[in-house]
Each structure stands twice: as C-alpha cells, then as structure tokens.
C-alpha cells in the first residue's frame, strides 16, 4: 500500500513538473491565444482610458473605475462580443465604445463599455439598474447594440451575481421594478428568482470568515510568483474553453453556418426584457437608443431568415411605439473589414477599421443624444 502511495506520488510530481515546465515556455503563446480568443474580453484600451475590462479584471473592480457621472455625462455602452473583439487585432486598434469616449471627451462627456460575451437582455437590464442604484455610475445614456442570437441567451454570468449580492440598493430596486412590471410577467418573475439566489449567495458569503477571500487571494499570488501553472490560470482556462467548444462543434457537427433556430420561451424572455429595459431608462430620464448590429455581407449566418427578419421588425416596433432613437446598422461595415473564424468568414467580429466605422455611425445617427446636445439623431 506504501509503495503504491509513493508511486504514485512520484508520479503526479513529475507530471506537475513537466506541465509546469511546459507553461514556462508556452505562457507567451497562450497570451497571444488568449487575445485571439474571440469569446473572452481580454484587450485592454491602447490609450489606457477607463472604457473597457482589463485583462482578466473584475466586474467589481471595472465598475470603480468607470468615469465619474456626477463629473460628465456618462453613455453606457452596451452589447455582446462584437462589442469589444478586435478580429486580427493590430497594435492602435481601438474598441467602439474606446472610440466613442474619445468623441464625447471633447464634448464634455464620458463612455463606458458594459459588455460581454453571449450578453443577454436581462444582463443588460442589470447593468442599467446597476447605474441608477449607484449616483456616481448613473448614465445619461443607455446605447444598447441588439443581437438577435442572443435571445437565446439566459441569466446573469457569476461575477455579476456577486456583484449583486453585495448591493442591497440594487437589489431593491431590482424587485421594485419586478413587482411594477405586472404585464411583463415572465421578466418580472426572472427577476425575482435571480434577486432569490443573490440572497442565498449572499448569506453563504457572509457564513465565510473574514477576510478569508483576501488570504486566498494574497496566497495566489505570491504562488503565482514562482509555479507556472497558478500564473498561467487565466490563459489555460480560456484554452478549455476554446478547447471544449470546439470539441462540442466536432462532436455534434456544428459548423459557424449551422442554422439554430430560436428558442420561443427564450425569445419570448428576452424579448420583455428589452421593452423592460426601455421602459425603466424613459421613466428615470435616461435615454435608451436601440440599434441592429453590423453583420458581414460576405458570411452565411447561422440565422433563419424569416426569424430574423421578424426579429428587425419586432425591435423596430418596439423603438417606434416608446419614440426612442433607433437605427438598423446592419450593412454598414464592407466586407473588407471582417477576420475569419473556424476556416470561414466571422459573421459578426470585425477589425478594428469596423470598429472605427461603427462608431462613425453611431456618431452620425446618434451624436446630438449622446453628448447632450438635443435632437434625436437621425
């Protein structure tokens, strides 16, 4: 029995040290992996302003670091991943929401990017309730980029779950507009089941001992000075991630042009949490603007037509029945300004000039509104 314990042992040893020193020689390559990864907000802004995550930061953490609303009137800027992936990203390359913050600066106004992948209407719904329970993050402006394959998409990611937790404010007012939201029942009872498991998150923290997660964190990273592989915990989760994506595309024959119908409950969910979204913003004197994101001419999406030309026309609706800024965007980055994915055309992430000319549009069509100018854009 001895002999097998040491065995193994000697044996998980030498396996930890080779992986380490496998990490050692590989940590640069998984960075620059890490940055390719179009599914992770890595990429921090070039000119070190206060407008995106940087690599690896919390949700906490950014959120102190948002500009000061009390100082300048602030855009939140928000969308999925096409927000702040830079395909084939170069070294001045800047996101939309970077790009945008530049132009207000000078216009006595600050942007901020609330973003992620895969973002949901109900995340975005918390970051605008976030911002109205905070005086120094309330936003003059909610610019929203609508995805339609994100209708499928349900509940808030884990670190924003924390973040509620820790916030009684916001979630008061969270079931405060759950219980106004009577003829949106199936947004009002979601909310009320995440305000639920944010209760229970909270008492377990509250159960841990004091200051334990600050230990954890100091003894990770002193470990992380000298063993490759706590260093490295970042970049080697985001190649399981990658790794089982691709793993679940093979396994199931999934391609990028693989048609995926909606979910009806989902969209249904999804679709009172937007009219949700719109509705709180008018009625706190925030501005809410709307608006269909760029899709490559070039790439086969994974869309059904005759859904997502409904989807246009439901968001279209709902933009012309609330009178709120709205425009479709969808064409108006060429196709020679979107990178690739799994041996095709990306559909959805482009370069950093499609980020420039996003932005352009959005000045075009919403400038006036976003710096406070008056008018309602184009």
């Known amino acids: 029995m001895?002999?097998?314990?040491?065995r193994g042992a000697v044996l998980f040893g030498a396996a930890f040290l080779v992986l380490n020193v496998w990490v050692a020689g590989a940590r640069r390559g998984l960075e620059d992996e890490?940055?390719?990864?179009?599914?992770?907000?890595?990429?921090?802004?070039?000119e070190g302003g206060c407008v995106e995550p940087r690599p690896g930061e919390s949700f906490e953490s950014y959120w102190q670091r948002i500009p000061d609303a009390r100082a300048k009137r602030l855009v939140f800027v928000s969308g999925m991943s096409q927000m702040y992936a830079i395909n084939d990203r170069q070294p001045n390359d800047r996101i939309i929401a970077d790009n945008l913050d530049s132009w207000l600066e000078g216009r006595g106004a600050r942007a901020a990017s609330l973003a992620g992948p895969n973002l949901c209407n109900e995340e975005a719904l918390f970051f605008l309730c976030a911002g109205l329970s905070d005086p120094a993050r309330r936003p003059a402006v909610f610019l929203y980029g609508v995805c339609f394959d994100k209708f499928r998409n349900l509940d808030l990611r884990r670190e924003y779950q924390e973040f509620f937790a820790k916030r009684p404010?916001?979630?008061?007012?969270?079931?405060?507009e759950a219980d106004e939201a009577v003829d949106l029942p199936l947004a009002a009872e979601k909310m009320r089941a995440t305000e639920k498991g944010a209760e229970t998150e909270g008492r377990a923290a509250a159960r841990k001992e004091p200051g334990k997660g600050d230990v954890e964190s100091r003894l990770r990273e002193s470990v992380s000075r000298v063993i490759p592989v706590v260093a490295a915990r970042e970049e080697l989760n985001a190649r399981a991630q990658m790794e089982m994506f691709l793993f679940r595309n093979w396994l199931f024959r999934i391609k990028p042009t693989s048609k995926r119908p909606v979910i009806p409950a989902r969209q249904a969910l999804n679709q009172q949490f937007l009219e949700l979204l719109v509705r709180?913003?008018?009625?706190?004197?925030?501005?809410?603007?709307?608006?269909?994101?760029?899709l490559n001419p070039q790439a086969e999406t994974p869309y059904i037509s005759a859904e997502y030309e409904d989807f246009k026309v439901w968001v279209?609706?709902?933009?012309?029945?609330?009178?709120?800024?709205?425009?479709?965007?969808?064409?108006i980055v060429p196709s020679q300004y979107w990178g690739s994915f799994m041996g095709g055309p990306d559909f959805k992430h482009f370069r950093g000039e499609g980020h420039r000319m996003t932005a352009a549009a959005l000045i075009e069509h919403f400038g006036a509104v976003m710096a406070g100018d008056g008018g309602a854009g184009k």
Do not use: D, H
């Open 2 to 6: 001895a002999g097998r314990f040491w």
């Open 34 to 46: 890490r940055r390719r990864n179009l599914l992770q907000a890595t990429a921090g802004s070039v």
């Open 169 to 176: 404010e916001l979630r008061r007012r969270w079931l405060a």
């Open 280 to 294: 709180v913003a008018k009625r706190e004197g925030v501005v809410p603007i709307l608006y269909v994101i760029p």
């Open 316 to 331: 279209a609706g709902l933009a012309n029945r609330e009178g709120i800024p709205f425009a479709n965007l969808e064409g």
